[in-house]
Nanobody, 115 residues
Framework: VQLQASGGGLVQPGGSLRLSCAAS????????MGWYRQAPGKERELVAR???????NYTDSVKGRFIISGDTAQKMVNLQMSTLEPEDTAVYFC??????????WGQGTLVTVSS
């Protein structure tokens, strides 16, 4: 199984980016999908997740600015990021969890918010 993330880059504060992640290979019954991020010198944190039922969760700092969407059948998860702040600068990792709680990870995509 491979997860391919894309969409990172350099954006000015207040700008927007859309991250996409597509999984290939066989994944038995996806339970949830989402995005983590890791900023320099900080621990990895969960940014957003979406369950098989469509229920979403966000870390407080991105609520109202980020929107996660996904399709478990297509094995794709996206993260629409708006009103970006310098504090959002990080490497973003997509992940998929199956019903056996096996985690699959993407390679990470760098988001830099700077003027």
């Amino acid at each position: 199984v491979q997860l391919q993330a894309s969409g990172g880059g350099l954006v000015q504060p207040g700008g927007s980016l859309r991250l996409s992640c597509a999984a290939s290979g066989s994944i038995e019954r996806i339970a949830s999908m989402g995005w983590y991020r890791q900023a320099p010198g900080k621990e990895r944190e969960l940014v957003a997740r979406i369950g098989r039922s469509g229920i979403t969760n966000y870390t407080d700092s991105v609520k109202g600015r980020f929107i996660i969407s996904g399709d478990t059948a297509q094995k794709m998860v996206n993260l629409q990021m708006s009103t970006l702040e310098p504090e959002d600068t990080a490497v973003y990792f997509c992940y998929v969890v199956d019903y056996l709680l096996v985690h699959y990870w993407g390679q990470g995509t760098l988001v830099t918010v700077s003027s």
